[in-house]
């Protein structure tokens, strides 16, 4: 098991740096579930990236400094967001809600931009604050933090049902692996990220693929509102 853990880590079993890897890639496994369950509009791709938030970032902050909730606990109430703004929607089978696509616009990636821009700061927390990540040498942790910000904010995007964001989403893991593959990174990484591409990959094309039975769902849910409201004048 050791001998595993090391693999994964690159690092000593049982030492702080291996746990915070691998509950990182436990993180983005999780979150990669997520990416594939929500591009088939599928509730529980909510729950899989919540978890993932719970078992990545939450939990490394809990463990081994309360710093790291400032990007955690917003991270987690995207998950929470999603779950409320999907619930507007109707059902669609199980687990499923008919989720209408939205049209990209320029106030759109206006947005995306800015809450990348926050996400990052988050990210970044107390290295912001100490002027550590506007020092030299600092830069490639600063692009990482950007990277994982745009995963994120390209959740955001999804619960509002923006089907470029999955693409947002794998440009923002695909980044990461060619960042990390210059540095002899950790198996458990490099792994965890590519899964989170092909996640959301995968999602965009499952979400393209249902777009009609959700459009359909739509509006039968609009025309049962209207004949209601008919029926009540």
Do not use: C
Not at 117 to 124: D, E, R, S
Not at 194 to 215: D, I, N, T
Request: hydrophobic share 55%; proline share 3%.
């Amino acid at each position: 098991m050791n001998e595993i853990i090391q693999t994964l880590t690159n690092q000593e079993a049982g030492s702080q740096t291996a746990t915070i890897v691998l509950l990182n890639a436990l993180a983005y496994v999780l979150m990669a579930l997520g990416a594939w369950l929500l591009g088939r509009r599928n509730d529980l791709g909510w729950w899989a990236y919540m978890f993932g938030v719970f078992a990545g970032p939450l939990m490394t902050a809990l463990l081994y400094g309360y710093e790291g909730l400032i990007s955690a606990i917003p991270a987690m109430l995207v998950g929470i967001f999603g779950l409320w703004k999907w619930s507007k929607f109707p059902t669609l089978g199980h687990f499923g809600r008919a989720v209408p696509s939205r049209t990209v616009t320029v106030k759109t990636v206006v947005t995306f931009v800015i809450l990348v821009i926050i996400f990052t700061a988050l990210n970044l927390g107390p290295m912001l604050t100490s002027g550590f990540a506007l020092s030299s040498g600092s830069e490639l942790i600063v692009l990482n933090m950007v990277l994982a910000a745009i995963i994120t904010v390209g959740f955001i995007g999804v619960a509002n049902g923006k089907a470029l964001s999955f693409l947002a989403i794998a440009v923002g893991a695909v980044g990461v692996v060619v960042m990390v593959l210059a540095n002899s990174p950790a198996l458990g990484t490099l792994g965890s990220y590519v899964f989170v591409a092909l996640g959301a990959v995968a999602g965009w094309f499952a979400w393209k693929a249902g777009e009609p039975v959700a459009s359909e769902a739509q509006g039968a849910a609009d025309e049962a509102v209207e004949e209601e409201a008919s029926t009540a004048e």
